[in-house]
């Protein structure tokens, strides 16, 4: 493969942050791009011709023979025709970039009337990929942020897909100082799941370190890592219940309270003062670099989705033609004349490079919504099936060309924010030959009826599969009780020895 093609290839797995680092790089080193921001007032915007996009087409499949042998074909026409245009468009300057607001319909299903509208919004050329020599600072340590430790944390705590899901979502919502302020109610809706496998996710993130993580107050914080050092006793459990009157310093009221006399009262305060109110703050000098979304999709009237790229994510960059021609003329030597000439073509190409890369996001992401319309209407219940080979048969991409684009790419919609790989499922067969579920789909389902089974009815394995068949999922045993132990179920046995004990306990 071309430098250029490996350049365009590298673009298409960045992140948008990644994105944004290698497009500050380009712009230091050629000098014949620009900043939109920085360019003059009377550029005009030019949209990118039929013949511009052909040129670049060969980027949606990276796996063709034949590429290289054409991209250098193509590098020599570009070469001739950027220095046709130089002279005819001397004085003028050009801003290449590709500017629409165009409504595609797309079927939800096939006999479906509901569309997706898709807004290409504003995307911009940019330029990416360097070969300098590496980064010494790449190999300086870098600080940890509380987010990456509890969702390492969470990784090996959690092993259900759906809790982990969860899991990462209370994890976002974990503010500098380690509380949990969103609504447990209004998330557990978004992910269309009940408030009660919310907050058990949330017990399980309370259990991580920094002892008091995820706490929803400062008295869940203090019981947090009382609990952890085994000094949450009754008396400890009534001061921090009280810890108004702690602060009105009402001794007197607490004594009372507490059934502790002063001495007492004394150890237990100074025991309270060694905790950390604010767990997370250690972490807070850590560089925490924000998940954007590169997709942005919206509910619309009629019941469909509005599918559009975020433009906050699309560096605009233009390509200074006026500079390169006055240059290209000015210059002394047949080096200078290349070294102008290799610059222009290397702008143009990386511009349109990017400007392919954005098109793949967005084709990508309008096949996931197609695909997944379930979920965003209906929850994680609803998630569908799908490998790369159905979305890459569907736009007609290769399958390397979708991984690539599915890595470190995000999609936010009303039930939350997504990795573009969350919504690549495996598939359990139907029953009856119809359509097939969601791997993950089948695991909330078999969670669903443990949770809801009482000490009288505690299903078994082969009950569970049967209920399975029932609702047309054809699942072995076997992959019932895989499930069931990746998520940390107890078996029917275990199960119902707890359930008893618990009741006779409660009696």
Not at 75 to 96: D, F, I, P, W, Y
Not at 222 to 250: G, Y
Not at 323 to 352: I, P
Not at 394 to 416: D, F, P, Q, W
Request: charged share 25%; glycine share 4%.
């Amino acid at each position: 493969m071309t430098p250029q093609l490996l350049q365009a290839i590298k673009l298409l797995q960045l992140s948008n942050l990644e994105l944004i680092n290698f497009v500050e790089q380009e712009l230091e080193r050629n000098p014949l791009l620009e900043r939109t921001e920085d360019a003059p007032a009377a550029l005009e915007d030019q949209a990118i011709s039929e013949k511009s996009s052909e040129e670049v087409s060969g980027i949606d499949d990276f796996d063709d023979p034949g590429l290289e042998a054409s991209e250098g074909d193509w590098a020599s026409e570009r070469l001739e025709t950027s220095q046709a245009s130089m002279e005819e468009n001397l004085g003028t300057e050009v801003e290449n970039t590709f500017d629409t607001d165009k409504t595609v319909p797309v079927s939800t299903t096939p006999g479906e009337d509901s569309q997706y509208t898709v807004s290409a919004g504003s995307l911009a050329g940019s330029s990416a990929g360097s070969d300098e020599s590496p980064n010494l600072e790449a190999y300086v340590a870098a600080q940890v942020s509380l987010a990456d430790h509890l969702v390492g944390q969470l990784a090996l705590a959690v092993r259900d897909p759906i809790d982990r899901m969860i899991g990462e979502m209370l994890i976002d919502s974990i503010d500098d100082v380690g509380y949990m302020r969103e609504n447990i109610d209004e998330m557990a809706g978004r992910l269309g799941v009940t408030p009660a496998r919310v907050e058990k996710v949330l017990c399980v993130i309370q259990t991580f370190d920094p002892s008091g993580v995820g706490a929803r107050d400062l008295a869940n914080c203090l019981s947090i890592q009382l609990r952890d050092a085994d000094r949450f006793d009754p008396a400890m459990q009534a001061l921090i219940a009280n810890l108004p009157l702690l602060a009105k310093r009402d001794f007197v009221q607490l004594r009372r309270i507490c059934g502790v006399d002063q001495e007492d009262l004394n150890d237990m305060l100074a025991e309270i003062r060694r905790l950390d109110p604010k767990p997370g703050r250690a972490f807070s000098s850590a560089d925490v670099q924000p998940v954007v979304p590169d997709v942005l999709i919206r509910p619309a009237s009629d019941g469909s989705w509005l599918v559009e790229l975020n433009s906050e994510c699309l560096p605009r960059v233009l390509v200074n033609q006026t500079y390169a021609a006055r240059v290209s003329k000015t210059a002394s030597s047949a080096a200078d004349k290349s070294y102008v000439a290799e610059c222009l073509q290397n702008a143009n190409w990386l511009t349109r490079s990017l400007e392919q890369r954005a098109r793949t996001i967005l084709k990508v992401a309008t096949e996931i919504v197609k695909q997944q319309d379930g979920f965003f209407a209906n929850g994680l219940e609803h998630l569908r099936p799908l490998n790369l080979k159905t979305v890459a048969d569907a736009i007609g991409m290769h399958e390397s060309t979708i991984s690539r684009v599915t890595s470190n790419k995000y999609l936010s919609c009303h039930r939350g924010l997504f990795e573009f790989k969350f919504f690549f499922t495996a598939s359990i067969p139907a029953q009856s030959g119809g359509e097939a579920h969601s791997s993950e789909a089948v695991r909330f389902r078999i969670k669903q009826m443990i949770d809801q089974e009482s000490h009288a009815d505690v299903l078994s394995d082969d009950a569970i599969v049967l209920r399975l068949k029932e609702s047309n999922i054809n699942i072995a045993r076997r992959t019932v009780a895989k499930y069931r132990e990746s998520m940390k179920i107890a078996s029917s046995v275990e199960r119902r020895r707890e359930k008893v004990a618990n009741l006779q306990a409660a009696q």
